[in-house]
């Protein structure tokens, strides 16, 4: 199974203030994605590192991954009420299926 | 921006319905899966499609589920006669593998089953 755990389960932050997840997985991965869902919604994808990339940049997001310890982390850089969601990491090898964990509720607090 | 399409957004059915939940996917797409997700509880992977056929199934795809692509369009997934457990949040998404590896997911269909 390439399920992804997060970590924490649940985080809650003032607006403006950084938020961090961790990711960390058991099997060797072609790349890494992390998605965020809305309360019930469907799931939006956010950002795609691949294995042979260490970190990766998007607006506010900005992704580390390092395989050698099978562990990614999601930095969401001055945050705002729209963030509060909840977020997912989903390791890959291919056209897999996706295998979700509980995943981290961010709550951002105005 | 292309997206993922699902219809309907909210289906009531009586217990022992059929139902099909359907779905368009990006039109370049090959590979075509659906997920669900039970209230509260983890987004759970149902079946992926690729090549006019099943590639994987989970063991909640029993026996009272199947998909189909009637046309080059639209993906159904139809559950034959449903129990009040199947009751959940339904999810499509698609996969252009030759440009990607993501997996872009539709806003989902919500299942109720009384």
């Known amino acids: 199974s390439q399920q992804g755990e997060e970590d924490p389960q649940a985080l809650s932050i003032q607006e403006g203030e950084n938020a961090t997840m961790n990711c960390s997985y058991k099997?060797?991965?072609?790349?890494l994605q992390w998605y965020r869902q809305n309360s019930g919604r469907g799931l939006v994808h956010l950002i795609l590192?691949?294995?042979?990339?260490r970190e990766k940049h998007s607006g506010r997001l900005r992704v580390t991954l390092d395989t050698s310890k099978k562990s990614s982390s999601l930095l969401i850089t001055a945050s705002r009420a729209a963030d509060t969601a909840s977020y997912f990491c989903?390791?890959?090898?291919?056209?897999?299926?996706?295998?979700f964990g509980q995943g981290t509720r961010l709550t951002i607090n105005p | 921006e292309p997206e993922v399409t699902q219809t309907p957004s909210h289906q009531v059915t009586q217990m022992g319905q059929e139902v099909i939940l359907r779905c368009v996917p990006i039109?370049?797409?090959?590979?075509f899966y659906w997920y669900r997700q039970i209230l509260g509880q983890k987004v759970e992977f149902l079946v992926s499609?690729?090549?006019?056929?099943?590639?994987?199934k989970s063991e909640i795809f029993d026996d009272q589920f199947s998909v189909e692509r009637p046309d080059g369009s639209n993906f159904t997934l139809k559950i034959r006669s449903t129990k009040l457990e199947d009751s959940a949040m339904y999810f499509c998404?698609?996969?252009?593998?030759?440009?990607?590896?993501?997996?872009?997911f539709g806003p989902g269909t919500r299942l109720t089953v009384l």
């Open positions: 039109s370049n797409h090959l590979y």
């Open positions: 998404a698609s996969l252009d593998r030759e440009h990607a590896d993501t997996q872009y």
């Open positions: 099997t060797s991965i072609n790349n």
């Open positions: 989903a390791p890959r090898r291919g056209a897999q299926k996706l295998v």
């Open positions: 590192i691949r294995s042979n990339e």
């Open positions: 499609f690729y090549n006019n056929e099943i590639s994987e």
